[in-house]
């Protein structure tokens, strides 16, 4: 049975290295001096695709949900299915019971673990933030911003991109390839691809709330207000998503 410090430790880690990479491949496109300055989206999605990849794999042992709509939906599943397990693995075969104190565990290890990791990929790039550049350049080097601002159809960008994922979490292991991490980091990259430019595809409340944070306190030439007035969105629609990307592979006898 894997304990509760392990499993903050891998949630921790895993959601840490994470963030730390897609800060810094973020920040690497973004700001001046850079050689990566003004890179394509393609650059953007791939990086934060990969960055899901190492995290994933950093988390192996909790299942790698990195997320807490993730989280969410296996609560929701358990729900639905009482043998459920937080990592999807049998009881007795390494499952981890969805109990109140894991959900927590898992949860509270998500939003620190985000945390430290863009305050790391600030670290990896700390000069940079030196220079004058656009505040809001910044800003979403570490959270999101929508491409045109309205709260509904951002939530339900968000609620879209979020079901998607989490179908294909619930589903993809009875594929005969069970592609596992790879196969992740190329749906959260087709996602940034479909939805960063509209939402920013946050499809994860800790990887948005968390970063507001790190930007709000980190020292930075031009920073602004962190935007909390945008803050809910990326919070609600990945959560509301993640009920309906469980709930309907369940409906029709997809899950694995």
């Known amino acids: 049975m894997i304990s509760g410090i392990e499993m903050f430790g891998s949630e921790f880690l895993g959601t840490a290295a994470m963030m730390a990479i897609a800060v810094m491949v973020s920040a690497s496109r973004s700001l001046p001096r850079n050689a990566a300055y003004r890179s394509d989206w393609i650059n953007a999605a791939l990086g934060w695709g990969l960055a899901v990849y190492v995290g994933v ?17 296996r609560v929701v599943s358990h729900w639905i299915d009482p043998k459920a397990t937080l990592n999807g693995l049998p009881m007795g075969k390494g499952g981890i019971p969805v109990t109140a104190a894991n959900v927590g565990i898992f949860i509270l290890a998500q939003f620190l673990g985000a945390f430290v990791g863009c305050c790391i990929g600030y670290l990896g790039t700390r000069r940079h933030f030196d220079l004058h550049t656009d505040p809001d350049v910044k800003l979403t080097i570490f959270c999101t ?22 179908t294909w979490v619930f589903v993809n292991g009875g594929t005969p390839t069970q592609v596992g991490p790879l196969g992740v980091a190329l749906v959260i990259t087709v996602l940034v691809m479909a939805l960063g430019g509209v939402s920013g595809a946050a499809l994860n409340p800790a990887r948005d709330f968390s970063a507001r944070v790190a930007y709000a306190v980190l020292p930075m030439a031009d920073k602004d207000d962190a935007d909390w007035g945008y803050a809910w969105v990326p919070f609600v629609g990945p959560c509301i998503g993640a009920v309906i990307g469980v709930v309907l592979p369940n409906l029709f006898s997809l899950v694995f």
Request: proline share 5%.
């Open 145 to 166: 911003k929508p491409g045109i601002r309205s709260n509904f159809w951002n939530v339900v960008s968000e609620i879209v991109g979020t079901a998607i994922l989490v």
């Open 57 to 73: 794999y950093v988390g192996w042992r909790t299942g790698g949900h990195l997320n807490p709509s993730v989280t969410l939906a």
